[in-house]
């Protein structure tokens, strides 16, 4: 019976271990997200809009590790519908 036990005991306590582990290390990233259009970025020097996210053109960084859960409200502050996909 001893033995049984030792391994189930064991097999609960490394599942605890990792659902906590994965509990601690799960980061969650909160961002938000202004999407416009602007006209003086050229980056192909050509008179040509784009699209920006905070003024920035390619848009930000978005530094996530395994597990992270990232939150991002987007604001779509241009004149035409918007789909964003990774
Ligand atoms: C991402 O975040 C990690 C941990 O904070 C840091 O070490 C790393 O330099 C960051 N990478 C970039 C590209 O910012």
Known sequence: MAPVCHRFCLI???????????????DDIFLEWQVNIDTTIKPVSVDQPVITINGMFPGPLINATTNGIIHVNVFNNMDEPLLITW
């Open 12 to 26: 609960h306590f490394v599942s605890f271990t990792t659902l906590l582990l994965v509990l601690v290390n799960a």
